[in-house]
C-alpha cells in the first residue's frame, strides 16, 4: 500500500513538468533555426557602427534658440548690453552655417573647432547670467520678483540646451568622426548598444538622443538612460547637473517667496 501512494505521488509530481520541458525544448528549437536562418536575432551588434550621415541643422537650431533664450534676459544679468553676446554668438553661427554642409559625412576640423568655440561661449555666458541671478537674490531685494523668476527658467531652459549641445560635439569624438565610421570608444552607453535584440543592430545616436540625454540630466540632476563612460562625460554631466540644481532651487526659492 505505501509504495502504490509513494509511486502515485512520484506521478503527481513529475506530470507538471513535462510541458515545461516541451516548452524549454521549444524555445531551444527556435533560437537555433534563428541562428541557421541568420536572423537578426542571431547576429551581434558591432562596434563602430556602419558610417552614416548626420544632419547638422538640429544643433544649428539649438544654437540659435539657446542664443535667443540669452536676448530675453534683462540687462543685470548679462555681461555688458544685453545685445552684445547674443550678436557674437550670431556672427559665430552664421559663420558656422556657411562653412558646414547640411549633411556631415567626415570629419572637419576647423569646423569642430568654431562650434566647440560657440558652444563655450554661450556656455560661460550663462554661467555669468546664473552667478548674476544668484548674487542678485541673495544680496538684493527687488520691486519685480516674477522678472527674476521668469529668468532664472529661460537659464535653466539655455543649461539644457546648450548642454545638449556638448554632448553631441564630444561623444565618439564628435559628429564628424561618427559620420565617416571613425568613431572613437563611446563616451555614453545609450540602451539600444546593450541588447542585440533592439533593432536595427547598426543605430547610432542621433541629436535627439543627446538633446534627451540633457532634459533628463538637468531634471534628474543625475544620469537616466544613457550612462557615462569617460571621465570627461562625467564631469561635463556633473557641471550640468550642478548647474540646474541651483538654478531649480533658486527658481523654488523665489516662487515661494511670491507667493507666501
Do not use: C
Amino acid at each position: 500500500m505505501d509504495g502504490t501512494l509513494d509511486t502515485h505521488a512520484r506521478l503527481q509530481v513529475r506530470t507538471p513538468t513535462r510541458p515545461l520541458r516541451l516548452a524549454a525544448t521549444a524555445g531551444a528549437d527556435r533560437r537555433l533555426l534563428r541562428m541557421a536562418s541568420g536572423s537578426p536575432a542571431a547576429r551581434a551588434r558591432e562596434y563602430p557602427p556602419p558610417p552614416a550621415t548626420e544632419l547638422f541643422w538640429p544643433a544649428q537650431a539649438t544654437v540659435l534658440g539657446a542664443i535667443v533664450l540669452q536676448l530675453t534676459l534683462p540687462e543685470r544679468l548679462t555681461v555688458g548690453p544685453a545685445w552684445l553676446l547674443p550678436t557674437l554668438e550670431g556672427a559665430l553661427l552664421l559663420g558656422l552655417i556657411a562653412s558646414t554642409p547640411r549633411r556631415l559625412e567626415r570629419e572637419h576640423p576647423r569646423r569642430r573647432a568654431v562650434a566647440l568655440a560657440l558652444i563655450a561661449f554661450v556656455s560661460a555666458a550663462n554661467i555669468f547670467s546664473l552667478g548674476a541671478l544668484t548674487h542678485f537674490l541673495l544680496h538684493h531685494h527687488t520691486r519685480h520678483p516674477r522678472e527674476l523668476l521668469v529668468a532664472g527658467v529661460l537659464i535653466w531652459l539655455t543649461n539644457f540646451l546648450i548642454f545638449a549641445l556638448w554632448y553631441w560635439e564630444l561623444d565618439r569624438g564628435g559628429p564628424g568622426k561618427r559620420a565617416a565610421g571613425h568613431d572613437e570608444p563611446p563616451d555614453f552607453l545609450f540602451p539600444q548598444m546593450t541588447d542585440d535584440r533592439i533593432e536595427p543592430l547598426n543605430w547610432r545616436p542621433q541629436f535627439i538622443d543627446y538633446l534627451y540625454v540633457s532634459l533628463t540630466n538637468a531634471t534628474a540632476f543625475s544620469p537616466t538612460d544613457a550612462m557615462p563612460l569617460t571621465p570627461m562625460a562625467k564631469g561635463v554631466m556633473g557641471v550640468q547637473s550642478l548647474a540646474s540644481l541651483v538654478t531649480a532651487g533658486l527658481i523654488v526659492a523665489r516662487a515661494v517667496n511670491i507667493l507666501t
